[in-house]
């Protein structure tokens, strides 16, 4: 027994030392990046009329709402800040139109939390922008009821208990962004142009699942979404990491969705990339200034190349 606890502090210690070594390295590497403006000699590099970035975000708590557009009046100044709609223009062809003179930016974010109601969607509103809201259905059909903080402990947020120590419990039910939109709320935001993505029906990971359960966390996730909205569901994003899904998964949200977001960052192309198959950076509401400015840079994506070619390779098709 002795011996099983020292292995499991060990293993504790290691991932904080872990944890900390990336903490440092990413905090040197946002200030070399402040040092030589490597931010916007990146946004000049963009093109705008094939490249948009998509961010994706997670809680937007009132006492983040300052933050939030602090950095939406930043991120103003290089981007254009748009729609679904408007990404969807990427693919579209070129018209006589006025060329756009900013690169696009696309705001989503996941799991359908309360906040991004109250909060994310009348900010984004303010810039001309429109957000893509992911939602889970079973955690809004949670809304309003005291079930809601054990489905986001148990499916949005599983890894909160071994992250908590003894007295994190309590400080975690008054702090964490946890309670989820209703089904009218969802309706709203679609009413009001903004989009509603299937983020799955109960927040699963897409991994070596049968044709059963695909259908029910992929298909009937959108018909449920469908049937609050009145719109069809366009749009797709998988939970947890980048490789938490597999081939059929994938067929089975392409099939159903135009639009299919990966967790994994890197800048959409529209000459390389294709609708099935997006990128996104996550970049959060609580980012400080330096941490955002880095964050919308490149420089993060390069880390993250190896992963976009294997996802890639996965949706290739069969020869």
């Avoid at 309670?179 to 142009?193: E, T, V």
């Avoid at 597999?246 to 392409?254: C, L, M, Y």
């Avoid at 980012?287 to 996802?311: K, M, N, Q």
């Amino acid at each position: 027994m002795a011996m099983r606890l020292f292995s499991a502090a060990i293993a504790r210690r290691r991932i904080v030392d872990a944890m900390n070594l990336r903490t440092r390295t990413r905090s040197l590497a946002i200030q070399a990046a402040a040092l030589f403006r490597a931010q916007e000699m990146h946004f000049q590099t963009l093109d705008p009329q094939s490249q948009a970035l998509v961010v994706a975000m997670h809680e937007t708590p009132p006492s983040l709402a300052a933050n939030f557009r602090t950095q939406l009046e930043w991120a103003s100044q290089h981007f254009k800040i748009g729609s679904l709609e408007d990404l969807a223009g990427l693919w579209a062809p070129r018209t006589q139109a006025k060329p756009a003179c900013k690169p696009l930016l696309i705001f989503t974010f996941d799991d359908g939390r309360e906040s991004n109601y109250t909060v994310a969607a009348p900010l984004l509103e303010s810039f001309g922008g429109r957000g893509v809201f992911f939602i889970v259905p079973a955690f809004a059909e949670t809304s309003g009821s005291p079930h809601s903080l054990h489905f986001y402990r148990t499916k949005i947020n599983p890894d909160f208990n071994s992250r908590c120590d003894s007295g994190c419990e309590s400080r975690h039910h008054e702090s964490e962004d946890w309670k989820p939109m209703s089904p009218s709320q969802i309706a709203d935001l679609a009413a009001r142009g903004h989009a509603i993505g299937n983020h799955t029906a109960t927040h699963r990971r897409l991994l070596n699942l049968s044709s059963a359960d695909l259908e029910q966390e992929i298909v009937d996730s959108a018909r449920q979404l469908a049937s609050w909205t009145g719109k069809p569901v366009e749009a797709f994003a998988w939970t947890f990491g980048w490789d938490s899904i597999d081939r059929n998964a994938w067929e089975v949200a392409r099939r159903y969705h135009r639009f299919c977001f990966s967790p994994c960052a890197g800048i959409v192309h529209a000459a390389r990339d294709q609708p099935s198959l997006l990128w996104r950076r996550e970049i959060e509401a609580r980012y400080s200034a330096p941490e955002y400015r880095f964050a919308y840079s490149d420089i993060v994506d390069l880390w993250w190349a190896g992963r976009r070619r294997s996802l890639r390779n996965l949706v290739k098709p069969s020869s």
